[in-house]
């Protein structure tokens, strides 16, 4: 029997089909081509990514890393302590949300709102979920740390050690190969891993309350992170909180991804569109399981907790699992879009590094601009206000007290943007007022409701439209109009409902856009 040979690559096969423009079609130059079904085959033992998302050595918002210094977690807005401070202390106590309770929207039978809305984000565990591993409620998804298991695992599964067996060998590749398979079987939808770069370890977790307001935050508050001569990870209780990182031994960064129901984000900011929020609670088996598996090979990890321990942004960009974005606070991946749950983990297993992808992401957003359209507060930097900048942009509201304790010494109040981290030339959002906005609303998070990347995967249009971004920025400001022209938009009034009326994949998202067996991809 003869054996046929194709070598028609993507490109040609949509010229064929006489559905690519001159234009597209020059952007689908880079697709490639299999010669036969061999090839074909061997290909399918890599991660799937479409054709236009290339790895790269850098990541595509330029870097100066002599900026990038370890910095305190809590140094961000997220802490009620920095955004108090730019209003006053009693203002920020007195400020109140302006919209009616839920209870009584419900009541009205305001969409969004129905009690069938209330219920699912009640049965979610609202915004924030999770259960401690030490059986304690109301952690985020167990990343406030009430026990070691927190941190480094359940450590339930018998070590190679306990077996009478060698701990796992292999080459990095081997390890980076294995460990992304069982975390995907955990339900992490990406994964990557670089080698440890300790300036991005906060040099503390968590966020700092009104209550540490102008003062110095006592340490369970603050939960220090040291590095230490030392072989394994500890921590030193829910008393002093210090986390110490074993310093001289080779550690690496997982940055893996827990998507969100991408119909539900469309129906921000109800409370029937906050349910969209799920990552705490799914990362939480995925992170055990992870840590179990790990333990079980022979080798130690460490879970991102405290909060704010690591910069899931900042990994995900290296990683290659995103890039960076306008929204300067957002990192956008390319198959999901911006929405979606970025967490991180230490570890000492032998990995080999991922590397920085280019999907025309960042360049994209340059010329895009919807997310600062559509933000009510006016706080990300609009479409031709400034240029990307390494120098961080002061909050358009100018902060009425300063900090003085030794705490807050590392915070730069005197320059402006003392919120933001240094090191990249980006946009910069004005968080503070940002921040100050949600503290009167009941719910926003449209930015992220309103990005042109989540979503819209499965149709040929969509490749020919990410392709041509990813290779030329020539039609940018045309594909962004045209999010909301074919549907795309966020929803209102009667239309949020419909969710209930949808089939929709189980969590709400494709979890088969990377998979290449069992007839998947």
């Known amino acids: 029997m003869s054996s046929f040979h194709s070598t028609v690559s993507r490109r040609e096969f949509m010229k064929g089909l006489g559905l690519v423009s001159a234009g597209a079609m020059g952007a689908m130059a880079g697709a490639p081509a299999f010669h036969d079904l061999d090839e074909l085959a061997a290909s399918g033992g890599e991660r799937k990514r479409a054709w236009w998302i290339?790895?790269?050595?850098?990541?595509?918002?330029?870097?100066?890393?002599?900026?990038?210094?370890?910095?305190h977690g809590g140094h961000s807005t997220q802490s009620a302590a920095v955004t108090a401070r730019y209003v006053g202390l009693e203002k920020y106590n007195a400020m109140a949300k302006t919209e009616a309770p839920d209870v009584d929207r419900c009541?009205?039978?305001?969409?969004?709102?129905?009690l069938r809305d209330l219920a699912l984000s009640a049965a979610n565990g609202g915004t924030y979920s999770g259960i401690s591993l030490a059986g304690v409620t109301g952690g985020v998804g167990g990343v406030i740390p009430t026990c070691e298991a927190d941190k480094f695992g359940r450590k339930k599964v018998k070590t190679p050690e306990q077996?009478?067996?060698?701990?796992?060998?292999?080459?990095p590749e081997e390890g980076f190969k294995m460990l992304r398979a069982a975390m995907v079987f955990f339900g992490a939808m990406d994964f990557g891993a670089e080698e440890l770069n300790k300036n991005l370890v906060g040099l503390s977790g968590d966020n700092p309350t009104v209550g540490d307001y102008n003062k110095e935050p006592k340490s369970s508050t603050i939960k220090p992170i040291v590095f230490a001569n030392q072989p394994t990870f500890t921590w030193s209780g829910p008393t002093d909180n210090i986390t110490t990182i074993p310093d001289g031994i080779q550690l690496h960064s997982i940055s893996y991804l827990i998507p969100h129901d991408l119909e539900l984000n469309r129906r921000r900011p109800t409370k029937l569109g906050q349910t969209a929020q799920t990552r705490y609670r799914m990362r939480r088996e995925t992170t055990t399981c992870t840590q179990d598996f790990i333990h079980g090979l022979g080798y130690q990890s460490m879970a991102d907790v405290p909060y704010r321990c690591m910069p899931s942004g900042a990994s995900?960009?290296?990683?290659?699992?995103?890039?960076?974005?306008?929204?300067?606070?957002?990192?956008?991946?390319?198959?999901?879009?911006?929405?979606?749950?970025?967490?991180?983990?230490?570890?000492?297993?032998?990995?080999?590094?991922?590397?920085?992808?280019?999907?025309?992401?960042?360049?994209?957003?340059?010329?895009?601009?919807?997310?600062?359209?559509?933000?009510?507060?006016?706080?990300?930097?609009?479409?031709?206000?400034?240029?990307p900048s390494y120098d961080v942009r002061p909050?358009?509201?100018?902060?009425?007290?300063?900090?003085?304790?030794?705490?807050?010494?590392?915070?730069?109040?005197?320059?402006?943007?003392?919120?933001?981290?240094?090191?990249?030339?980006?946009?910069?959002?004005?968080?503070?007022?940002?921040?100050?906005?949600?503290?009167?609303?009941?719910v926003c998070n449209r930015c992220w409701g309103n990005c042109v990347f989540n979503g819209a995967n499965l149709g040929m249009i969509h490749a020919i439209v990410k392709g041509t971004a990813a290779t030329t920025p020539l039609f940018n400001s045309f594909f962004a109009t045209m999010h909301e022209t074919f549907g795309y938009n966020m929803l209102e009034g009667e239309a949020v409902e419909t969710w209930w009326d949808m089939s929709r994949p189980s969590y709400g998202f494709n979890s088969a856009l990377f998979a290449t067996h069992t007839s998947y991809g």
């Not at 290339?54 to 910095?71: A, I």
């Not at 077996?163 to 080459?171: E, I, N, R």
Request: hydrophobic share 35%; charged share 20%; glycine share 10%.
């Open 316 to 387: 995900a960009v290296l990683t290659g699992l995103a890039e960076n974005s306008r929204h300067s606070i957002m990192a956008i991946n390319p198959t999901y879009g911006a929405y979606g749950g970025l967490f991180d983990m230490l570890t000492d297993l032998p990995l080999a590094n991922s590397h920085p992808i280019d999907a025309g992401i960042w360049k994209f957003c340059q010329s895009c601009g919807i997310c600062a359209e559509k933000c009510p507060s006016g706080s990300i930097q609009r479409k031709g206000d400034g240029e």
């Open 163 to 171: 077996l009478g067996v060698p701990k796992w060998t292999g080459t």
């Open 107 to 114: 009541k009205a039978n305001e969409p969004g709102y129905l």
């Open 54 to 71: 290339k790895e790269v050595h850098e990541p595509t918002v330029e870097m100066d890393w002599s900026l990038v210094k370890r910095v």
């Open 395 to 442: 909050s358009a509201t100018t902060p009425v007290e300063k900090f003085t304790s030794p705490y807050w010494s590392t915070l730069r109040q005197d320059a402006g943007g003392e919120f933001h981290k240094l090191g990249r030339k980006s946009f910069w959002t004005d968080m503070p007022t940002c921040q100050l906005y949600v503290r009167s609303v009941a």
